[in-house]
């Protein structure tokens, strides 16, 4: 007995001869199998192998019937879905399938024709992702598409020829067929919708498994295919630099290369590349010369809180303000049996306003502060009632910093600061008053103010000469009594006339003559 498969074509499998002619054993005493134990509809088990009869051919049958065994009908044989499939003439037909006419006519018109476009593929959106340029080739023969790197020298990377192979790209890969047994391990792709030439375009954005490319620029031979199949005369390329991000110029809806990533990358001079540029992130410069004009200057601010709870009606709030770097905290005086604690209310931090977006954020400034102004300050409002006694100061010798109207709205409301409850309480937030002073007690004070500004510079020359130079605003070469009055006032220290005036003359023969050296003698005693 022996068993054959019958060839099919283009099955994939190796058939023919499945077991050879031979006295095959039927079970374990080695009985061989005989002609008459073989009936249609029933098992036949060969070496680990069953096999199911469901039919015979005439000349058996009749052979059978003459020797006086009964036959069974005939049974239906099983339908391979595969073979099925293949056989239907009348299967439909998508829009994306050819027929093999029509895709040996496309291979002999564009075999050897290759639309070239320029790439930026952009993952900065998962770990460890970058922006990179790919080059894309579409091989118009078969409509193909494969992706091949940029190589850089020094880029990090090991040099992969190829970013994805070449192979046909669905538009929608969840509606390819996947492997199975039916379509013997191979993606149905005949009737899936692929890419085609109309999908891509100079300035487009197409999605190739899973990934997105920036379509910046093509080749020569591909312009002139689109112009010529399709009319497109439009080829402006997109400007990237050396790295593949895009260069974003002045009509592009005004946004900066910091907003497009979502964050805030310029320095005080909006320079954005000095901080995109460098190999480790650095952080934006500050401005050096408002730090040391401004260096010890804080105007504070009382305030009150803008609420509807009954509850937060008397508190109470001191804004302080450093003009140096716009820092902004918020301390509350605490209050016996007024159910809050009290402290401070804000750590020292820049408080952006209302409706200033993140990646270009505008900032608090001195002048927006002012009797009844509404501070937002993280969803919590305050109103500005007061401010102490230095302010007014300082915007009276820094007019061009204040509109009129703010110096007018706190000389006019600024408070005897004596009458105030509690006020005396508070060191941080206590306003020199003037009053009569004796001999003993005017020479401790100078005494105590000196201590102080000798405290400025403690550190070396250079920093006992950069005090100097910020004093000596005018760049005059000399200070006189009048800067060493504002230099007081900066530091919140005690600026009465004969109190700077004693000063100055303790640090020089000349008290409105100060030069470099005497300046710093002053500095350097005890």
Same mark, same amino acid.
């Given at each position: 007995? *022996?068993?054959v498969?019958?060839?099919?074509?283009?099955?994939?499998?190796v058939?023919g001869?499945?077991?050879?002619?031979?006295r095959?054993p039927?079970n374990?005493?080695?009985?061989?199998w005989?002609?008459?134990d073989?009936?249609?509809?029933?098992?036949v088990?060969?070496?680990?192998?069953?096999f199911h009869v469901y039919?015979c051919d005439?000349?058996t049958r009749?052979?059978?019937?003459?020797?006086g065994?009964?036959v069974?009908?005939p @049974?239906?044989?099983p339908?391979? =879905?595969? /073979?099925?499939?293949?056989?239907? =003439?009348?299967? =439909?037909?998508?829009?994306?399938?050819?027929?093999?006419?029509?895709?040996?006519k496309?291979?002999?018109?564009f075999? +050897?024709?290759?639309?070239r476009f320029y790439?930026?593929?952009?993952?900065r959106?998962?770990?460890?992702?970058?922006v990179?340029k790919?080059?894309?080739h579409?091989?118009?023969a078969?409509d193909?598409i494969?992706?091949v790197?940029?190589r850089?020298?020094?880029n990090?990377?090991d040099?992969?020829?190829?970013l994805?192979?070449?192979?046909?790209?669905p538009k929608?890969?969840?509606?390819?067929?996947?492997?199975?047994?039916?379509?013997?391990?191979?993606?149905?792709?005949e009737?899936?919708?692929?890419?085609g =030439?109309?999908?891509?375009?100079?300035g487009k954005?197409?999605e190739?498994?899973?990934?997105?490319?920036?379509l910046?620029?093509?080749?020569?031979?591909?312009k002139?295919?689109?112009r010529?199949?399709f009319g497109?005369?439009?080829?402006?390329?997109?400007?990237v630099?050396k790295? +593949?991000?895009?260069i974003?110029t002045?009509d592009?809806?005004?946004m900066?290369?910091?907003?497009?990533k +979502?964050?805030s990358?310029?320095?005080?001079?909006?320079?954005?590349?000095?901080?995109?540029?460098?190999l480790?992130?650095?952080?934006?410069?500050?401005?050096?010369i408002? *730090?040391?004009?401004?260096?010890?200057?804080v105007l504070r601010?009382e305030a009150?809180?803008? /609420?509807?709870?009954?509850e937060d009606k008397?508190?109470?709030?001191?804004?302080s303000?450093?003009v *140096?770097?716009?820092l902004?905290s918020?301390?509350?005086?605490?209050?016996?049996?007024s +159910?809050?604690?009290?402290?401070?209310?804000l750590?020292?931090?820049r408080? /952006?306003?209302p409706g200033?977006?993140p990646?270009?954020?505008t900032?608090?400034?001195?002048?927006?502060f002012?009797?009844?102004?509404?501070?937002?300050?993280?969803r919590?409002?305050?109103?500005?009632?007061d401010?102490?006694?230095?302010?007014l100061?300082?915007?009276q010798l820094?007019?061009?910093k204040?509109?009129?109207?703010?110096?007018?709205s706190?000389?006019?409301?600024?408070k005897n600061?004596?009458?105030?409850?509690?006020r @005396?309480?508070?060191?941080d937030h206590?306003?020199l008053t003037?009053?009569?002073? /004796?001999a003993?007690e005017m020479?401790?004070?100078?005494?105590?103010?000196?201590?102080?500004?000798?405290?400025l510079?403690?550190?070396?020359?250079t920093?006992?000469?950069?005090?100097?130079?910020?004093?000596?605003v005018?760049?005059?070469?000399?200070?006189t009594r009048?800067?060493?009055?504002?230099?007081?006032?900066?530091?919140?220290?005690?600026?009465?006339?004969?109190i700077?005036? *004693?000063?100055?003359?303790?640090?020089?023969?000349?008290?409105?003559?100060i030069?470099?050296?005497?300046f710093r003698?002053?500095l350097?005693t005890?």
């Open positions: 007995m *022996a068993v498969e019958p060839v099919v074509e283009n099955s994939g499998m058939q001869k499945f077991v050879s002619r031979h095959i039927k374990e005493l080695g009985d061989p005989r002609w008459n073989l009936n249609v509809g029933m098992d088990p060969i070496y680990g192998r069953v039919d005439a000349w009749d052979f059978l019937e003459s020797e065994y009964s069974n009908a @049974q239906a044989c339908v391979d =879905p595969c /073979s099925s499939t293949r056989n239907n =003439p009348e299967r =439909p037909k998508s829009h994306a399938e050819q027929t093999e006419a029509e895709k040996l496309q291979f002999l018109r075999d +050897g024709k290759v639309l790439c930026v593929l952009d993952e959106d998962v770990p460890f992702g970058d990179r790919v080059i894309m579409y091989y118009l078969n193909t494969e992706v790197e940029v850089r020298l020094n990090g990377r040099p992969f020829p190829l994805m192979s070449r192979q046909k790209v929608d890969p969840s509606k390819v067929q996947p492997p199975s047994l039916n379509t013997l391990g191979q993606r149905d792709l009737q899936a919708e692929c890419f =030439p109309r999908d891509f375009a100079v954005t197409v190739l498994c899973r990934r997105k490319f920036l910046y620029d093509c080749d020569e031979f591909t002139a295919f689109y010529k199949n497109l005369t439009d080829f402006t390329p997109v400007k630099d790295f +593949g991000r895009v974003v002045a592009d809806d005004k900066s290369l910091g907003e497009r +979502g964050q990358t310029t320095d005080c001079d909006g320079n954005e590349e000095y901080v995109l540029e460098k480790i992130p650095q952080p934006p410069k500050g401005d050096v408002r *730090a040391v004009d401004g260096e010890g200057i601010y009150i809180l803008d /609420s509807p709870k009954p008397d508190r109470r709030f001191v804004i303000y450093r *140096a770097d716009d902004m918020i301390f509350e005086p605490p209050k016996k049996n +159910g809050f604690v009290g402290g401070r209310f750590e020292k931090s408080v /952006s306003k200033s977006g990646t270009r954020p900032y608090y400034e001195p002048r927006d002012y009797v009844g102004a509404v501070v937002d300050v993280f919590h409002r305050f109103v500005v009632t401010a102490d006694q230095f302010v100061n300082y915007m820094h007019p061009d204040f509109p009129a109207d703010v110096v007018r706190f000389a006019e409301n600024t600061v004596s009458r105030v409850p509690n @005396q309480k508070y060191d206590l306003v003037k009053k009569p002073r /004796s003993s020479r401790d004070l100078i005494a105590e103010v000196k201590t102080q500004l000798k405290k510079a403690i550190t070396g020359n920093r006992k000469d950069r005090v100097f130079l910020g004093v000596d005018g760049r005059h070469g000399y200070v009048e800067n060493i009055r504002e230099m007081c006032l900066r530091q919140q220290l005690p600026c009465d006339k004969e700077t005036d *004693a000063i100055a003359k303790d640090i020089g023969d000349d008290p409105d003559h030069t470099l050296e005497e003698k002053f350097e005890n």
